[in-house]
């Protein structure tokens, strides 16, 4: 390696007893000595449940670092990877993502091998102990190797191999250096000098040779506790010796480990020695002299005299650890010792002191509960919260079903009665984030034996959301409905309330939104949202701002609750903004609000927003779904702006993340209908189709979803449909959804303009052609959305009313269009806009004033990237001044040039540029409150 400069993996494979641990000390010292660094690392069995528990062991130097230093060491990946090291003690409530944790991994690998460092060995041993996500990201890692200075060697006894690591050795296998892996047995030859070398003093016979070579199968391990009793039986090395000692040599060498022949050895050991090699069967692999002397009740004079007395007796390798590491001679003394020697109630007795050693020691709450584990029938509420807080460890590491080990066996044999409930509602986290069905059976039974207090609070919404993730809105928000008609008035009843509202918008079904909307305003009558502190306050201005898009009430309350969301505006105009990561919250009301800034046109407030929480998911490596929703909302807001090249990008990405999680992810729904909406946008209708098929938007069974998608899937079909000329189709399905919303009091055509959608293809030609209809449609869609005033629900309802209208109406129609969406930031609906405007003076005769709105049309798509739309402008310009009367986009003059050369100025008819004049909506469009009725000044719900 040192030759070539490139990273290099070897396996050493073989039985217990095979050398596999010498071959890896020999590689070890071998390089110190040419100037490697190293890192070693070994497996064992007490630790396979520590989830990273090998990892944090290989990389000793960031145990117990400083946080400024640790920022430095890690970088962009301390948000992700301090807590796992327990650099900082907090625990996320959501895990972050595996693929994130095994790159912070990798940053830190990398981190050894920097330039001013020599190569680096990597020695793992005995790795079929190890713990599976260590084990996972060792595999990964060692498949990047090629170009690095590193020689990573593994050891691992093929035949125990845990079916939880297979994948993972097997990936080492298949990029491993040929010619190594499996180890055979010494022969007779390689046998001779070890024997001649332990009996130096006396004559060796090759009788007696021979005889240990076929008792230990040429097993070093084997031979070595051979040799030990042949010295301590004082058996002379010779053939003679043979016919009265053979049988019991040979008896040995397959018995040495087992109970009765070891316990025969284990009870010749001094009382203090026994002790102690019981005491470190207990600790490995985090063993003192201090330690060691506390739980075997010794002093450290009296530990060491004993810990000198087992190395000479070939159980330990060192008598102090100052000098040397301890440990046993081999791991199959230490398992002889652990599985033989203690009394049946002493073993869980010193599994229950270490822990608690351990932990006092600042080792991690993973470390003292791989003792927890080993404790049985015995009621301790102090070993039941150290399962707990393993859990979260697990949580906070991306593994959090490993915590579930920890939880199974404390509520089985540890938990006190009244602790129940917090460890059934800790099995039911773990379970949520990769199987949420899976977390509602144990958090019905937490929620049973729950008095009222925080707890039951927590599990209360934990439950209510695996219900929703799981398709039973309608029974997480009966469940919190019942809750909270339990709860007293005060800061509990309102964080139920914000779960209830919040899972309600999403319910597609809800056939009691507006009287749940009218709750809604009674509850946050009183709150001030100038002086506002809590999260769940946020929350619910944040929920008051989405119920007013839902039902499309007034823009300016629904803003001003969605601003007051933020919280307080400070001396910079700034306000601190949406946490998308706090404990105890999800982001589903970070997101709601995203969606209230985009649908009430605020494109800056929902960027930042965005961006910030983008960020915050980032940082604290959050789930692959987070991150597919934050693109997805990235591709609406960019589409709704008009930047279309940026909306297909997003949507790309986060449909490609949802679709790696799975064919159930629902933010593959988001992502994909704004993809879709974007091609339609772009002219590419074939991939638009595409897609569509592929997610299942023209399946009912598939997009008829229990949880509220946006955009909607039959608004995205509906405009496919329309794009593709198939009119017809679109027309009931339209229709019943319309019926539907208006129904349930959330017709807002800013969030569903089916009403628009259905205009449009009642004013198409064909057998559906109904143009009375299609103006009666359009002019209720326009209500609408002058009711909740938003420029562009507005300037899209205006164009439509325009487009289907034929008399002297439709041009003032689309110039009220044009104008509601001139400077908005909405680019390609003003394109649309212009568009028909330019269309209409064209049809009524003002072909000057017509070129000028159309060449308007025309660069501004081109600027959007919205090809048909484009054409269409080009041709009717070309139409109008001749077929080649336009230059080429490269070589015209800038566009206000171009439009004077046929205007002379602006007309009448011409739309102001942004910062000109223009009409102002009506002075006393506003009011105090968006629901009917006013507040009620009633007490709180």
């Not at 700034?574 to 946490?579: D, L, V, Y």
Request: net charge negative; charged share 25%.
């Amino acid at each position: 390696m040192r030759e070539t400069g490139t990273g290099r993996v070897a396996v050493v494979k073989g039985v217990a007893g095979m050398g596999k641990s010498a071959v890896l000390e020999w590689a070890k010292l071998t390089a110190r000595a040419d100037g490697f660094d190293t890192l070693v690392v070994t497996g064992y069995p007490l630790e396979r449940v520590r989830v990273y528990g090998l990892v944090k062991r290989l990389f000793q130097d960031l145990n117990g670092i400083a946080e400024p230093a640790a920022r430095e060491r890690l970088g962009e990946w301390y948000g992700i990877i301090a807590p796992i090291f327990g650099i900082i003690p907090r625990q996320p409530a959501e895990p972050p993502d595996p693929e994130n944790v095994l790159n912070g991994l990798d940053a830190v690998m990398r981190g050894y091998l920097t330039s001013d460092r020599g190569p680096l060995l990597m020695v793992v041993d005995d790795a079929h102990w190890a713990d599976p996500s260590s084990l996972a990201w060792l595999a990964n890692f060692a498949a990047q190797i090629t170009e690095l200075p590193i020689l990573i060697i593994v050891s691992y006894r093929h035949d125990e191999v845990d079916e939880r690591l297979c994948e993972s050795l097997d990936a080492l296998d298949r990029i491993a250096v040929a010619g190594l892996g499996k180890l055979e047995p010494l022969t007779l030859e390689g046998v001779a000098p070890l024997i001649r070398h332990r009996f130096a003093d006396r004559r060796v016979d090759p009788e007696f040779v021979e005889h240990c070579h076929r008792c230990s199968e040429g097993l070093p391990q084997t031979l070595r506790e051979l040799l030990r009793f042949v010295e301590e039986k004082r058996i002379p090395p010779t053939s003679d010796a043979l016919a009265r000692h053979g049988r019991a040599m040979r008896q040995h060498a397959v018995y040495a480990y087992h109970k009765g022949q070891f316990d025969e050895r284990f009870d010749r050991l001094a009382p203090d020695s026994r002790k102690v090699a019981l005491a470190a069967a207990i600790l490995t692999p985090h063993l003192t002299v201090e330690r060691v002397a506390q739980l075997a009740g010794l002093s450290g004079d009296a530990t060491r005299a004993a810990a000198a007395d087992l190395r000479r007796r070939e159980i330990l390798t060192a008598v102090d650890d100052r000098d040397l590491p301890w440990g046993f001679t081999h791991s199959l003394v230490l398992h002889a010792v652990y599985d033989h020697c203690f009394e049946p109630n002493d073993r869980c007795a010193m599994h229950a002191r270490a822990a608690r050693m351990l932990r006092e020691d600042g080792f991690s709450a993973q470390t003292a509960a791989t003792h927890v584990l080993n404790m049985f029938a015995v009621p301790d509420e102090w070993a039941a919260g150290i399962a707990v807080d393993a859990a979260r460890e697990c949580l906070a590491s991306g593994v959090p079903k490993a915590g579930v080990t920890y939880l199974e066996h404390a509520l089985a044999e540890v938990a006190p009665r009244e602790m129940r409930p917090l460890i059934l509602y800790n099995i039911g986290r773990a379970h949520f984030v990769n199987d949420p069905p899976a977390s509602l059976e144990p958090l019905q039974r937490a929620l049973e034996g729950c008095p009222p207090g925080e707890l039951r609070t927590n599990i209360i919404c934990e439950l209510g959301r695996s219900l929703a993730f799981s398709g039973q809105l309608d029974k997480s928000i009966e469940l919190l409905d019942r809750e909270i008609r339990k709860t007293p008035v005060g800061q509990t009843r309102q964080r139920l309330y914000a779960d209830l509202f919040m899972w309600a918008a999403f319910w597609e079904n809800d056939a009691s939104f507006a009287s749940r909307a009218h709750d809604l305003q009674r509850l946050t009558v009183r709150l001030n949202t100038e002086s506002a502190t809590t999260r769940t306050n946020y929350s619910l201005f944040a929920l008051v701002a989405w119920y007013g898009v839902l039902s499309g009430r007034r823009l300016q309350t629904t803003t001003k609750f969605a601003r007051a969301a933020l919280g307080p505006e400070l001396p910079n105009k700034e306000r601190n903004g949406f946490s998308w990561v706090e404990d105890g919250w999800g982001f589903e009301i970070p997101m709601v609000l995203t969606l209230t800034f985009i649908y009430c046109d605020l494109f800056k407030e929902a960027r930042e927003l965005l961006e910030r929480g983008m960020a915050e998911l980032r940082a604290n490596g959050r789930q692959r779904s987070h991150l597919s929703y934050g693109h997805a909302f990235r591709a609406m807001l960019h589409y709704r702006m008009g930047r279309l090249k940026e909306a297909r990008q997003e949507a790309e990405t986060g449909l490609a993340m949802a679709m790696e999680l799975g064919e159930n992810t629902p933010s593959k729904w988001y992502a994909a209908g704004v993809l879709i909406q974007t091609l339609i946008a772009q002219g590419d209708l074939e991939l638009a189709e595409h897609t569509c098929r592929r997610i299942g938007f023209d399946d009912p069974a598939k997009a008829e979803q229990a949880a509220r998608v946006l955009p909607v899937p039959a608004i995205v079909l509906a405009e496919l449909r329309i794009a593709q000329g198939r009119h017809h189709e679109v027309i009931r399905p339209l229709t019943e959804l319309g019926e539907r919303l208006r129904a349930q009091g959330m017709d807002n055509p800013a969030w569903c303009p089916w009403g628009l959608l259905l205009a449009e293809a009642l004013n198409a030609e064909g057998p559906q052609q109904n143009q009375e209809l299609a103006k009666k449609v359009a002019k209720q869609a326009v209500a609408r959305a002058d009711t909740f005033y938003a420029p562009v629900a507005a300037g899209q309802a205006k164009r439509v009313a325009g487009e289907v209208e034929d008399n002297v109406n439709a041009q003032q129609a689309l110039w009220d269009a044009a104008v509601a969406l001139e400077g908005v930031g909405a680019d390609y609906e003003y394109a649309k806009a212009l568009l028909a405007y330019g269309d209409r003076l064209r049809k009524d005769g003002h072909k000057p004033d017509a070129i000028g709105e159309l060449e308007r049309a025309r660069i501004t798509a081109l600027n959007c990237g919205a090809i048909p739309l484009q054409t269409r402008a080009t041709k009717m310009i070309e139409a109008l001044v001749g077929g080649n009367a336009l230059p080429a986009d490269h070589e015209r003059a800038e566009s206000d040039e171009w439009i004077e050369e046929y205007t002379g100025g602006y007309s009448p008819f011409g739309i102001p540029h942004h910062g000109e004049s223009r009409p102002d909506a009506d002075a006393d469009r506003s009011e105090t409150w968006p629901f009917r009725g006013g507040p009620t000044r009633g007490s709180e719900l």
